[in-house]
């Protein structure tokens, strides 16, 4: 079973644990009995109160009966498909999340059941975990809105009485000041509530934003598997031919050969390059502030969101040099694509012509942002409101109404200003301030860090063959990094972190340790930690492998110890090594 990512760091059973999880309807719609009883009973398992019902049609009498929590459904049922119930559901006002069953993952069902307002797209053939993390999340969420608004609620309540109470209590100025003191504290309490939904929900908001961008992502990828897999036909070709003592005329010479090897390598780095583009959206961030180059953000983004914004507008960037602003680059990251998107969605796709203008410039000790859209403008009755969140003019599915309440909340943390200007079919200008950097007393060394880094200077090869244990669960990735190393260095591999663990413990120390953090049973972050109490000095042998950024790849960094993200490159690992050996001696 395929299905969206998981937000990493949300803890997903915080609000919806297993004691109230009863309290908590699901409505499963499917026209098959054995999927229903079979679906139905797992999902009573985990603990929510389940009803179930073989078609849309009755799924409306249902919710007409008695409203649920979360609608889980089939996409390809008679009379009624998945999409026209949800379609159906939304033009209802029926609020609650709905997720999508399907028996395969098609691209055109997940993009549109997206901008239908589908919350999540589950395969339901190939495993049953993902359906109960989806739950989980869509639970969550139900939790998140519902706090929301009654914090809102609240804290309107308690200005409503705070106003009534120092109009009544003008005369008695020590007994009003007394209970308005109370009263702010329990505020203050309610707004630091609020602020921490918020911080969820800005991740919400992230993961809506890569949904709208599907397609893009979607071609960024095939356009190099278009061209890697038939080559790599061939080469294949080329063995079985070259094992059989033939030649053959589709790939004639080495020199043929070494060019395919060199189109799929070079595809498979573009790849690469868009897998880590988009990694900064799926975590939380930071919320430090230091030095950001706005043009890299902004060039960045641009290109993320130009197959999104294609035949649409076209995007120009305007940008001086120098551009150093004091903020952090995950929020303005945020900020932009937020702006962008809104920018696009203001055009009509039929149409086409818009233009968006991102101007950069330094204005005496601040650094200004444009996104300037020819489209189609903001009604003069809704400029007022459109930085409320929940706030939106868009048809249902193509907006939460978070984007701009966000940027807003994103821009104040970076002590910054943002204004929006607006005329009905003339277009839109987004305005943006941060404060230069340099005005701030930054120092040299925090810009040079925005700068490419110089490489590591190591020694030339030891001239030795070391001894090097690599720890990794990924059974796949074992064998290249053997085929890595082998000639050079003598190599033990595991693949269960446990065995490697008393390895290191127990046996003579290697030379070099690598050693994945994201693995089962035994994380890569405890496994060194209990290497590290025992055989103190191994600590500085380790070399990480990780597959996206995180808090703990973070804390290492800090510690000193190398890091090497996936996928890994041999002149990187060697020089990795080089490196460890050469401290170590």
């Known amino acids: 079973m395929a299905s969206s990512p998981e937000p990493p760091d949300v803890a997903l059973t915080s609000s919806v644990d297993s004691g109230s999880r009863a309290m908590e309807r699901v409505l499963l719609v499917d026209d098959s009995k054995l999927v229903r009883d079979y679906v139905g009973s797992l999902i009573a398992d985990w603990g929510f109160r389940v009803e179930t019902v073989g078609s849309g049609r009755a799924a409306l009498a249902a919710l007409e009966a008695s409203p649920v929590d979360v609608i889980v459904t089939e996409v390809r049922m008679p009379e009624m498909t998945g ?122 908001e992230k993961m809506a934003s890569i949904g709208l961008l599907t397609s893009g992502i979607a071609h960024e990828i095939n356009n190099p598997l278009a061209f890697i897999l038939p080559n790599f036909e061939l080469i294949e070709v080329w063995l079985e031919s070259t094992r059989k003592g033939k030649t053959t005329g589709r790939v004639p010479t080495l020199q043929e050969l070494g060019k395919l090897v060199a189109e799929c390598r070079a595809g498979l780095d573009r790849i690469s390059r868009l897998v880590r583009q988009l990694r900064v959206f799926s975590h939380p961030g930071r919320h430090n502030l230091g030095p950001v180059d706005v043009d890299v953000v902004v060039r960045s983004v641009v290109g993320l969101v130009e197959r999104e914004i294609a035949g649409r507008a076209e995007v120009t960037v305007y940008s001086g040099m120098d551009c150093i602003a004091r903020g952090n680059e995950d929020h303005l990251r945020q900020v932009l694509l937020n702006l962008l998107l809104n920018s696009a969605q203001s055009f009509s796709a039929e149409t086409g012509g818009g233009r968006i203008e991102v101007v950069v410039e330094r204005r005496q000790g601040d650094v200004a942002i444009r996104v300037i859209d020819n489209g189609c403008g903001i009604a003069p009755e809704n400029l007022r409101r459109v930085f409320d969140p929940f706030f939106t003019t868009k048809p249902v599915g193509f907006g939460t109404g978070l984007g701009l309440s966000i940027s807003r909340d994103l821009v104040k943390k970076m002590d910054g200003n943002i204004t929006l200007e607006s005329q009905l079919g003339r277009g839109t200008v987004v305005n943006v301030t941060l404060r230069r950097w340099r005005e701030q007393g930054g120092s040299q060394a925090a810009l040079d860090s925005l700068r490419t880094p110089t490489p590591e200077i190591v020694g030339p090869n030891l001239g030795r063959r070391l001894s090097i244990i690599i720890i990794e669960d990924e059974t796949a990735l074992l064998a290249p990094l053997r085929r890595m190393l082998a000639c050079d260095h003598d190599i033990i591999t595991f693949s269960d972190p446990r065995d490697g663990m008393r390895c290191l413990v127990e046996r003579d120390p290697p030379d070099v340790i690598i050693c994945d953090i994201n693995m089962p049973i035994v994380g890569g972050i405890e496994l060194y930690e209990e290497v590290k109490r025992v055989r103190p000095f191994l600590a500085r042998r380790f070399l990480f492998l990780t597959g996206g950024v995180s808090e703990e790849a973070a804390g290492l960094l800090a510690e000193g110890r190398r890091i090497i993200e996936k996928p890994v490159h041999r002149e990187e690992l060697v020089a990795a090594i080089e490196g460890i050996a050469a401290a170590k001696e």
Do not use: C, W
Not at 98 to 117: D, F, K, P
Not at 174 to 184: K, S, T
């Open 83 to 204: 999409l026209e119930l949800l379609t159906t559901l939304r033009v209802r006002g029926v609020s609650a999340p709905v997720i999508m069953l399907s028996s395969v993952s098609r691209t055109s069902e997940i993009l549109s059941a997206i901008h239908q307002g589908a919350f999540d797209y589950v395969v339901r053939d190939q495993a049953i975990e993902p359906l109960r993390l989806a739950l989980l999340r869509a639970m969550q969420h139900v939790h998140l809105v519902r706090e929301n608004v009654r914090l809102g609620k609240e804290i309107e309540g308690l200005g409503a009485v705070l106003d009534r109470r120092v109009r009544e209590r003008t005369a008695e100025l020590e007994q009003a000041n007394a209970r308005l003191l109370a009263e702010r504290s329990q505020m203050e309490a309610a707004l630091a509530r609020v602020s921490e939904s918020q911080e969820q929900l800005v991740q919400v």
